[in-house]
């Protein structure tokens, strides 16, 4: 439908924040209007942000549950620092909200929901819509609930059906809003509730009818566009990083010519990755949820012993469940990926944010000089690329890596130019099946450039062998208590993985080269440095980057590229835990940018505070 | 496994590695009754994974020449259980004693049995802990006195039978170290039984709770207080048959036989369902004082964890087909960019 005085406005970027009650099907919206986004070939990120509790009291702060996605015509890295665009469901989504909301910014209300009863909940004294803290925005109140219940008076729907379709009014509306069409969400509900047609037709009434009300009402129809974003060519797919860190365990199974053995045991946020492995057994996966976090380990490592790509899953918490198995995979040099995906400590802290505080404990967290190479995911397309190279070096040289990821990189989603399968490299493992010397077989004699051990399997004809966590000869692996033997077990457990940096990729440098100023980062932080970066650059701000995958060991070039420059600033999402690691290892006063307030930083403040440390 | 029936010498099932507990400890029964029984049991050694925890009896998969992993403290059954699923044409056996599968281990332990994991529990029960040197385990007596309960153990011993058949196991045996040839038949229906199976052991530890199960192999006082559980056979024991056991409102009962009908003396049925009765039998002793049951108190069959979830893959794989990459990255809608 053409309408008279429809304006539209081309933007290049747009941040809309949808924010309601955990019930209130915020993620859903938020979802469903990134993938019409992804499809229409915008560059987006999100950035999903829950409570730790399912259901927290309906209509109070504690139960706000929010979805964020930027979506832009250009190249973008992040979600988006203050939203453009607040969708409020309820007083306390406004006030849980409403500081974040960039000024003269788009405020949708709900209007319904600003009862006494939910202003008071969500801790107003006075309705804020009479306080005067709403001016200096654009406020559009909508009857949701009302509108609901009109349109859907046809359907025969109990009431608390009826109200659950509010959301879809709300999307409708940004889809109006933002010019973007409603067939690929009406296709997703009519495919979800095939089984349940009614309310796929309620659903879709209530999407219309959100959309129709932008076309009705006048204050709409000033609607905005963001254009296609010029990426790169290729096919994409919208991925969030437990999907493609499953993904790439997946991919490197099958390059590696194994079977895959997940172990875990349920724990926030890194379930997703045991839900989605569970659903591909057709590539041999096996999915093994356990009775806790060290049987989830234990059964990995007895996994590993059996010639499986063993892989175990798990967050903070479990990660120091784990810590003991790790070293015994480590002692009897059994490859084992572990992941780790972060999120607030200590202890149970913060279940559903992120935070980077699990570095110092994926290096040292376990007894005895016991190194692994630790490997980090700084995006969620990347934690595919990030879990197929944990799992190489841990065939390639018979080790556990702790693959880190955390909550960001987990949960948000960014559009991901697929790669050609055929094109990834096959992963060596150092697999035997006939004796490595005339006088039997060996376990402990090395390959001579990775000091791999052979890995024999059992079903294999006289390669029986024993392991365990007890000191090794090596050459034979029996049991030894020798002084001299055990320095060099030691010794030769370090320098294996040490070796590893003349194996990974080298230290990139990006921006400004001829800068003075690099800032060095790790993980999830790589979308809001590099953005930071960039900006100031085009400020004519002299500054360049460079992100850690690898944190053990580091890339052979990286002393030489962080000479290069005056100071070095490093950015986390911990109080300094990289910034330790930098400054042993290469004696450099390096400064930390460091926050722990279950938030990523967003681009601005990387950009003000980076240029604050370089004026300093 | 192999079709042609293999058979060794007890001296192929030996690794090189010289045997390490103290003298006269029932271990070495023990791993003499294991190795018998392997070498003639019908399984490729290359096709034998030994897994232990830790303590003495952990020390086992080095002794025997066949894969092994010796792990941790009380992971065993889940180490083992990795092996099982990952590969299940492996015979995989856990080694254990009293303090590794009921204390620190004790989560694994039930939910190995819980979830019928293909795999063989022989634990080794000495009612003690021996490699840290002498302090009361789960199964210790109360008032035991040890290094660390001078003045006697304060708390209630594990019954490993009851606690077996509380956690759903599908099999469950007791055997005595001394006993070689009651030892050697359980292994043989430990080994023919599909799922989990679980063996204790009583074994002496002669340095540190020696003669713990005397009344159960002295000469003079084992006839009166072994109860053998056989199969389809009425449970009467002591001299002559002079006692027998009767289940009297589901609950088994110690009596003279001259004071019952012969009809009324159990028979005992390994395949029973109802674990009730099993359960009920391993009341009799809360450890290896008085009359003690031995032999198999259960044996049923039910789904296997190990196959049930190689046959979940094989039908993902009927169904969907053998997984390809390139449908994976696609399977949540793509765009294309030129």
Known sequence: MEIENKTVESIPAVTIRFAGDSGDGMQLVGTRFTDTSALFGNDLATLPAFPAEIRAPQGTIAGVSSFQVQIADFDILTPGDNPDVLVAMNPAALKAHLHDLAPNGMLILNEDAFEDKNITKAGYKVDPRESGEL????????????????????????????????????????????????????????????????????????????????????????????????????????????????????????????????????????????????????????????????????????????????????????????????????????????????????????????????????????????????????????????????????????????????????????????????????????????????????????????????????????????????????????????????????????????NIANDIDKLELHGDESADTLVLGWGSTYGGITQAVNRLNKKGVKVASAHFVHLNPFPDNTLEVISKFKKIIIPELNTGQLLKLVREAFLVDARGINKVSGETFTAQELTDKIEEKINE | MSKIPVTYKRSDMQSDQEVKWCPGCGDYTILASVQNFMAEMGISKEKIVFVSGIGCAARFPYYMNTYGVHSIHGRAPAVATGVSVSNPDLSVWVVSGDGDSLSIGGNHLIHALRKNVNIKILMFNNQIYGLTKGQYSPTSEEGKKTKSSPFGSVEMPLNPMSL???????????????????????????????????????????????????????????????????????????????????????????????????????????????????????????????????????????????????????????????????????????????
């Open chain 1, 135 to 498: 001016d200096g925005y654009r406020v559009f109140q909508v009857p949701m609930e009302k509108l609901t219940k009109e349109a859907l008076e046809e359907f025969d729907l109990p009431g608390r059906a009826v109200l659950r379709s509010k959301n879809m009014i709300a999307l409708g509306l940004i889809s109006w809003t933002f010019n973007r069409p409603l067939e690929d969400t009406e296709n997703w509900i009519n495919d979800k509730f095939s089984k349940l047609p009614e309310i796929a037709k309620a659903n879709i009434k209530a999407l219309k009818t959100g959309y129709n009300f932008g076309i009705t009402v006048e204050a709409f129809h000033h609607t905005y566009v963001v254009d296609k974003a010029s990426l790169p060519p290729g096919e994409y797919t919208n991925i969030n990083g437990n999907i493609g860190l499953s993904w790439g365990l997946i991919t490197a199974a099958k390059k590696a010519n194994l079977d895959l053995f997940y172990g875990s045991y349920p724990i926030t946020p890194a379930s997703d990755i045991l839900h989605e492995l569970s659903k591909h057994k057709n590539f041999n996966v096996i999915t093994f949820q356990a009775e806790d976090e060290i049987a989830a380990a234990a059964a990995a490592v007895g996994a590993s012993f059996t010639g499986k790509l063993a892989v175990t899953g798990t967050s903070g918490p479990g990660l120091a469940l784990k810590s003991e198995t790790i070293s015994l995979a480590l002692s009897a040099e059994l490859p084992l990926v572990i992941v780790n995906v972060q999120r607030g400590g200590p202890s149970t802290g913060l279940p559903t944010k992120p935070e980077q505080s699990d570095l110092m404990f994926a290096l040292y967290g376990r007894h005895g000089e016991s190194p692994l190479p630790v490997v980090a995911a700084k995006s969620p397309s990347h934690a595919f690329y990030a879990a197929y190279e944990a799992a190489r070096i841990a065939l390639k040289y018979m080790t556990p890596v702790i693959l880190l990821s955390d909550n960001y990189v987990a949960t948000g989603s960014e559009p991901w130019n697929l790669p050609n399968t055929e094109e990834l490299n096959n992963l060596e493992t150092n697999i035997v099946t006939k004796l490595n010397t005339e006088d039997g077989f060996l376990p402990f004699l090395r390959n001579v450039d990775t000091f791999a051990r052979p890995w024999a399997l059992p079903g294999t004809p006289g390669l029986e062998y024993r392991v365990g966590g007890l000191e090794k000869e090596e050459g034979t692996g029996n049991v030894s208590y020798d002084a001299a033997n055990h320095q060099y077990m030691t010794d030769m457990r370090a320098w294996k993985v040490s």
């Open chain 2, 164 to 338: 077996a058949l509380g956690a759903e196991a599908s099999f469950v045996a007791r055997s005595i170290d001394m006993d070689r040839d009651l030892t050697a038949g359980i292994l043989e229906e430990a080994k023919n039984h599909k799922g989990s199976a679980f063996v204790e052991i009583y074994q002496n530890c002669n340095v540190f709770n020696d003669k713990a199960f005397e009344q159960l192999t002295n000469k003079e006082t084992k006839v009166a207080n072994r109860i053998n559980l056989v199969h389809g056979e009425k449970t009467v024991f002591g001299e002559d048959g002079h006692k027998a056991v009767v289940i009297r409102n589901g609950i088994a009962q110690i009596v003279d036989t001259k004071d019952v009908d012969e009809s009324e003396i159990y028979v005992h049925n390994i395949h029973e369902e109802n674990p009730s009765i099993a359960f009920s039998l391993s009341r009799l002793s809360h450890g290896p004082y008085g009359p003690t049951p031995l032999g198999v108190f259960r044996k049923v069959q039910r789904d296997t964890f190990t196959e049930e979830v190689h046959d979940q893959i094989n039908n993902a794989k009927e169904q969907k087909g053998e997984g390809e990459l390139d449908k994976l990255i696609r399977s949540l809608g793509t765009w294309d960019v030129s």
